[in-house]
């Protein structure tokens, strides 16, 4: 009989969740770091950067705020689900991850980032996006389609993804603080 190489998390009890939440924390972060960082390359000085360079930016910084965004949505399905010891949906989906959070959370999420501004008119006063779902909704598929880039004609993925990274990563680390106090 063949044994299967994949990697399962033992969650026994409240304790274990808590521990495979910070290190998914952990995890999403430094994908979001190394986003920044291949970002700081491309913004830097035009003539020390190179066409591989911007290749480089233009097609990881998608799939690693994708892939952070993915990590930080299960997270906080797990942190919202503590007391069952069940798996967040297995998917890729940031808006199936989204709507399978608690209703707690999704309210949380709306109302730390319940508009955004539109970037390149900053005074204006309407905003360019309406929650943090609909973000999610236009970039549901996007580790999945960016990591297969080559078979897309046309793909976008906005700069705003950014502050729903941020909203998410604030919410999880804030939630997994109040749990610790509560451990």
């Not at 989204?98 to 309407?126: C, G, V, W, Y």
């Not at 999610?136 to 880039?149: F, G, N, P, Q």
């Amino acid at each position: 009989m063949k044994k299967s190489n994949k990697a399962c998390l033992k969650v026994d009890n409240e304790a274990d969740t808590f521990k495979i939440t910070g290190r998914m924390l952990n995890t999403a972060t430094s994908l979001y770091r190394a986003a920044e960082i291949l970002n700081q390359v491309h913004n830097g000085k035009a003539e020390d950067r190179s066409e591989k360079d911007f290749l480089t930016t233009f097609h990881g910084v998608p799939i690693l705020l994708a892939q952070a965004a993915e990590i930080s949505l299960k997270t906080l399905w797990y942190i919202g689900h503590n007391e069952n010891r069940n798996t967040p949906p297995h998917c890729h989906n940031l808006t199936k991850l989204h709507d399978a959070l608690p209703k707690t959370i999704q309210k949380l999420l709306e109302k730390r980032l319940a508009q955004i501004s539109n970037p390149s008119h900053p005074h204006f006063p309407m905003p360019y996006r309406e929650g943090l779902r609909t973000i999610l909704e236009d970039h549901k598929t996007a580790l999945v389609e960016w990591r297969y880039i080559y078979e897309h004609s046309h793909l976008n993925f906005e700069n705003v993804f950014k502050d729903v990274l941020n909203t998410l990563l604030d919410v999880g680390g804030q939630l997994h603080s109040q749990w610790r106090e509560k451990l």
